[in-house]
């Protein structure tokens, strides 16, 4: 609990963008796949991006729109979402996986709403 902390969701038109923030310890930043998913109203929890040493890997649905990166200094995951589109409106969770041990963040709201 409290491992993992999110910021940066909320409203915006589409075709806009959004920067996602998730900081965790140390510890788990530096040996966990840290990642991003989402799940929208209705609908299961599915990946969106994940970086796992130097490997990204995302949803078909999101490449070429969501750059998944990482700031060593701080501990940091970030999702940069740009050319947002009504569909991606979900609430989004931050991931830190490493063998059987998950953690997740509590979820931030994102709405693409005109």
Excluded: H
Aim: charged share 15%; aromatic share 12%.
């Amino acid at each position: 609990q409290g491992q993992l902390v999110e910021s940066g969701g909320g409203l915006v038109q589409p075709g806009g963008s959004l920067r996602l923030s998730c900081a965790t310890s140390a510890s788990i930043f530096s040996v966990y796949t840290m990642g991003w998913y989402r799940q929208a109203p209705g609908k299961q929890r599915e990946l969106v991006a994940t970086f796992s040493g130097l490997i990204t890997n995302y949803a078909d649905s999101v490449k070429g729109r969501f750059t998944i990166s990482r700031d060593n200094a701080k501990n940091t995951v970030y999702l940069q979402m740009n050319n947002l589109k009504p569909e991606d409106t979900a609430v989004y969770y931050c991931n830190a996986q490493y063998y059987a041990i998950d953690y997740w963040g509590q979820g931030t709201q994102v709405t693409v709403s005109s």
